[in-house]
């Protein structure tokens, strides 16, 4: 799909792993694999060779694979996801499982003599989701809870946050990722993680605090282009609904109001003195309700105490400037940062006619993907870091089973490493999430410490001179078992086809043969096999000097190519 | 030349062996020295509550302040006076367990020295927005009312300044990890969250630099470059940008450093980044614009009341108030204090933030989204003291009967710190902030 104006080489698909698949009919045309290697690096954590076949294999041209690989991602409990599972299962992880309740008798209120016990649920649910994307099937589910994780934003290694960010994870953001956006933005607003984050938990009558209220309409659903800032009720016009098409401060303060006494049982000494007002759990206290009437969107809302608070969302969810505002920040993540208006039209279409429906975002999705403007491959995204460093693992087969307090190799490096690009997981301090644009992206410290990352991700192993995480000499012992096309050339070319595809610039690929050859000829075979994985060192002789050493940092080089940073 | 060629040129001088982390000394400048000014624009992320950190001491506003503040009223004797009406929090000069009597330090003594300027009724007084991220990016890009402004502020400063001296690494460094909204489009910004840990350094050893005992050996960390060569796209010339800067700034050795004067950067990302900017200004290294950011100041709850001389006593607000003082002070008396001689006298910091808070605190012990606010500017060139005018906390002067007012447009001080610092043309000015309107400066910098 990119272009490049110097040309591009033809590199040999030769031995690229697919032999499993070679005896189904597939179409092999090099047109119907780009595309299904744009749609995949795209729409997943990274393109495998067994990915585009499985594409492949699935219809008869382009637009019917592409609907029906949508239509499978889309249907993502019904694939089975077992082998993930237990890869998370048997990671070790204590708190993923935990109930709200168990995580605050555990990690807030119990013994805190341990300092990480605290920050244990953060971290596992920061290592499982490192796991799922590079591992699980339901490729497209997982890259819209990362879109729902930005959406919603919350702190996760705050204090207050850290022990029960499982909460928000798991029963407020995945069941719902696919599923309908007035179910998810229900069980955010009694998030325990987000009553801490955006203070809600402390919003009560007399003097109401208006943190959640505000990101409410601003970030999380009608948007900062319908503000009409403003103190005062007044001038906003309604639209064809009966809402207004817009918000002041004054609604904000009103909708705050709506949300006084949503809180949290935390011990508070307001709250009864017993056990059951101290378990974590959401909680409407009615006696911090504001009383009154409000006035939202151009609607009196009677008092109703905590029903209030519910016409409110319903209210926000249906209006359209809500289906806008996240329909388009739905087709910059997918299709591009500028994507077309007309597709974001479309899709909020479909997004309010169908907001009570309970596949509602996934007949959004199936929207985007099945547009035009993806069949005709329009669009481009630069790899944010978390993209990139599980691509690398993901197109290497990597065995990972991060954590996050053991120890500094592998983990504790790498996560540590990955933390400086400025895309650590769950730590974006403000209620707007990660940007999602390439111009904040590139920045030369997300370039560079990306580039950091990728250059030690291929020397992590586990402890006790133990496997690598990344698959490198295998993969290319297995695909290239004999000696001889071990060369320069025909290594660079086997994992540039495996890692980016076929459309590289030439000089690039030059300049990886020429620094994997060093001083031997290009078609050489190097030998890979004295003295794994480091190779043995000979200062006569380039052609057996540490290679594999040199076969990972030349992977190493291609996954910091300008090719491997676009999806 | 190349910037590339000219360091190179400069690594027999690191060989020959400078001063501790000050390796490559430009050799060519120094001792002539550029003078060039600098320019820092430190952004307090979240909406400060100006109110709290400049407060009324005495007289009619110190009344109004008492009607209306409500549960975040700070009592006289909890602040540190600074004038006969007007006070600092006390952590602006002292620790939690000092009192307020005790001897100042930071930004306090800064003011007691004259080098701080603080300039009441900051703010946006052509636009409103109670929103965090629009007003950040109006400020940011230097366009209230426009977040869609495609070049920052100091982006479009860069592009007008005519010829700047020489960089032998950048013009602009943004001290943050994703690029800075002052910076947006400015194709020679090094942005760099971390400066010490900034390098490609992860290759196996076999292979990380060119070993010169092996003939043909070649390293790979400076093939970086080579991959990035080609191509147009956007990214492509980031990658080629990022790429520069990391072959550039490898030569420094930021963790070696040595601050002078006796200064004590905080161990904080803002000091660690405030302490390898001094050294990137000693060094020469072209510095004329910088960004930083120091956050947390939404505090909508728990934002606190200090109670000075109580160690113990835990004020979250203020904790944020000493951090910011500490690194602008040891900032400020590194270069103050320099070996190559006043240094403060060609670099002005400006602090300022989207807006202030709402007068009357809530009833979670916090304060809501406000407008007016106050800017803090210091350098050796700053004239200390007050500036603008307080708008007033009267229910007339009141903005929708519940903040304070704006009196001063932001753009008015940074302004005056172009023309009267940077020595930009005023006329240019129209392409730095489009829609200001007439230049009037406010007085805060020495021409």
Known sequence: ?567 | MKRRTFLKSCCAAAAAGALPGMAWVNPLLAGTRSGQDVLVYLYLRGGIDGLHLVVPYAGAERVAYESRRGNMLIPEERLRPISAEWALHPRAGGGPGDPVSSPPRWLQRLWLEDRLAIIQGAGMPTHLSRSHFDAQAWMDLGTPGNKNTPQGWLTRYLQSAGPLPPASLSHAFGFASTQPLALMGANQAFTVSNAQEFRVDGFHWSWQETNPDLPGHQGAHHRIQNLWQAGNSSLEQAGRLAAEALADMREMDFAAYQPEGGAQYPDSALGTQMRNLAQLIKSDAGVVVATLDYGGWDTHEGQGIPNPGNPNHFDFYGNLVQGLSEAVDAFYTDLAQSSQGNLMNRVSVVMLSEFGRNVTGNQSGGTDHGYGNVMLALGGRVNGGFHGQFPGLDKGSLFEDQDLHTTVDYRQVLAEALVRRLNLPAPALEQVFPTLGSYSPVGVFQT
């Open chain 1, 1 to 567: 799909m990119d272009q490049f104006a110097g040309g591009t080489s033809a590199v040999s698909p030769a031995g690229d792993g697919d032999r499993i698949f070679a005896d189904r009919f597939v179409d092999r045309s090099q047109e119907a694999q780009a595309f299904a290697r744009g749609v995949l690096e795209r729409f997943s954590y990274g393109a495998r060779p067994e990915d585009i076949s499985h594409f492949l294999s699935l219809g008869n041209d382009s637009e019917e694979r592409l609907a029906n690989w949508v239509a499978e991602q889309l249907d993502w409990q019904a694939m089975d996801d077992s082998a993930c599972q237990a890869r998370i299962d048997s990671a070790g992880y204590q708190t993923l499982n935990k109930s709200i309740t168990q995580l605050w008798a555990d990690h807030v209120r119990g013994n805190q003599s341990n300092w990480p016990d605290r920050y244990l649920p953060v971290a596992e649910t920061d290592a499982a989701r490192i796991i799922r994307a590079v591992h699980s099937r339901r490729q497209l589910y997982e890259m819209l809870v990362e879109f729902w994780h930005d959406h919603f934003n919350v702190a996760g290694w705050e204090f207050s946050i850290a022990p029960v960010f499982v909460q928000h994870d798991r029963d407020a953001i995945r069941p719902n990722a696919l599923g309908n956006f007035r179910e998810m933005l229900e069980a955010v607003a009694k998030s325990t993680a987000m009553l801490y984050y955006l203070d809600n938990r402390a919003n009560r009558s007399g003097g109401y605090n208006e943190n959640w209220a505000r990101e409410l309409m601003e970030l999380h659903t009608m948007g900062v282009d319908v503000y009409f800032p403003g103190a005062f009720h007044g001038a906003i016009p309604p639209g064809d609904d009966g809402l207004a098409i817009g918000y002041s401060d004054a609604d904000v303060y009103d909708v705050a109001r709506c949300f006084t006494g949503w809180t949290v049982r935390n011990g508070h000494w307001q709250f009864p003195q017993t056990p059951e007002y101290d378990t974590g759990e959401f909680f409407y206290h009615s006696s911090w309700h504001e009383g009154g009437s409000k006035f939202v969107v151009g609607n009196w809302l009677m008092p109703a105490g905590q029903q209030e608070a519910h016409e409110v969302m319903n209210l926000l969810c249906r209006h359209r400037a809500t289906a806008r505002h996240i329909c388009r920040k739905l087709c910059r993540r997918f299709v591009g940062d500028e994507p077309p208006d007309s597709l974001v039209e479309s899709a909020s279409e479909v997004w309010r006619d169908q907001w009570q429906a309970p596949d509602q975002i996934a007949q959004v999705m199936g929207h985007i993907i099945n547009s035009d403007a993806v069949l005709q491959g329009q669009g481009s995204k630069v790899r944010r870091p978390f993209e990139l460093m599980a691509a690398c693992m993901r197109k290497t087969g990597g065995e990972i089973q991060p954590h996050h307090f053991q120890g500094w190799q592998p983990y504790g490096e790498m996560l540590s490493l990955f933390q400086q690009t400025g895309h650590g997981g769950f730590r974006w301090p403000a209620p707007d999430g990660y940007p999602d644009t390439a111009a904040r992206w590139t920045s030369a410290s997300v370039l560079g410490q990306s580039w950091r990352l990728l250059s030690r991700l291929p020397e992590l192993r586990l402890p006790n001179d133990g496997p690598f995480l990344l698959r490198i000499y295998e993969l290319t012992v297995e695909a290239l078992p004999d000696q001889s096309d071990h060369t320069a050339t025909k290594l660079v070319d086997w994992w540039l086809h495996r890692l980016v595809g076929p459309e590289v610039l030439s000089q690039r690929r030059l300049e990886l043969i020429d620094f994997l050859r060093q001083n031997a000829d290009a078609d050489q075979p190097l030998n890979l096999t004295t003295n794994p994985p480091y190779g043995s060192w000979s200062a006569g002789n380039m052609s057996a000097h540490y290679t594999p050493v040199r076969l990972r940092t030349m992977v190493s080089m291609i996954m910091m190519l300008p090719e491997f940073h676009r999806r």
